[in-house]
């Protein structure tokens, strides 16, 4: 079975701090996406990767960053942390990007004070 | 523009009944058409997709789905519902974003399904 990992399950920062949520994936796939997700606002796209050093922006990029330097691994940014960053983030990977086929990793509680 | 509406926010059943939970799509969009399920304190799970074929789809655990084109639907059933069926449901469709040219996943806001004793 294809693995999505995640590196915290829960992470507190301050306001103002620079936030690394980290998530690799085990099985060779070549897209990867973070999501943000918030009670009764599902699931929105932050950014995707198809590539090696290349991204994408999704629907709600601001405030976000990525790197992508390896294959399996696909990092969300958080430049300067904010209080309306608390949120659930999820990272899924699949393998072409025809859409269907994601594996989702468990997930980040992120929480800023 | 939301791609993906589903109509219930909750959804409380109680155990042994049928449940079904709503999801219509923008007719734009590409049609391939999932549903995923979170249990509490877990990540996604794939319960089905639809990629094209037969309009009755058929997952895990006793759930099923019919694709609608003329309504552009896709609502997802079960005959049964049993406690461990207690988590939130997410209806899913490709959508292509034109800056690389490839299809994403768009997400509902998500129907949380309560099942009662």
């Known amino acids: 079975d294809v693995k999505v990992t995640q590196s915290s399950r829960y992470l507190v920062k301050r306001t103002g701090e620079k936030v690394f949520l980290e998530c690799v994936q085990d099985m060779d796939h070549e897209n990867m996406f973070w999501y943000r997700q918030d009670p009764g606002l599902g699931l929105r796209l932050i950014y995707f990767?198809?590539?090696?050093?290349?991204?994408e922006k999704g629907d709600i990029p601001e405030g976000y960053s990525v790197s992508r330097e390896k294959k399996e691994r696909f990092s969300l940014i958080l430049e300067s942390a904010s209080t309306n960053q608390t949120s659930m983030y999820l990272c899924?990977?699949?393998?072409?990007?025809?859409?269907?086929?994601?594996?989702f990793g468990s997930g980040t509680r992120l929480t800023v004070v | 523009a939301q791609s993906v509406t589903q109509l219930d926010s909750q959804v409380p059943v109680f155990e042994e009944a049928p449940v079904e939970l709503r999801c219509n799509y923008s007719s734009s969009v590409s049609v391939y058409l999932f549903w995923y399920v979170q249990y509490p304190n877990q990540g996604l799970q794939l319960l089905l997709k639809y990629l094209s074929g037969s309009t009755l789809v058929k997952g895990i655990n006793g759930f099923e789905a019919e694709f609608n084109k003329s309504q552009t639907s896709f609502h997802l059933r079960k005959p049964s519902v049993h406690i461990s069926d207690t988590a939130e449901y997410f209806c899913a469709v490709t959508r292509k974003y034109s800056g690389a040219g490839s299809y994403q996943l768009t997400f509902g806001k998500g129907t949380k399904l309560s099942v009662i004793p």
């Open positions: 990767s198809y590539d090696v050093k290349m991204k």
């Open positions: 899924a990977s699949s393998l072409d990007s025809s859409g269907y086929g994601y594996t």
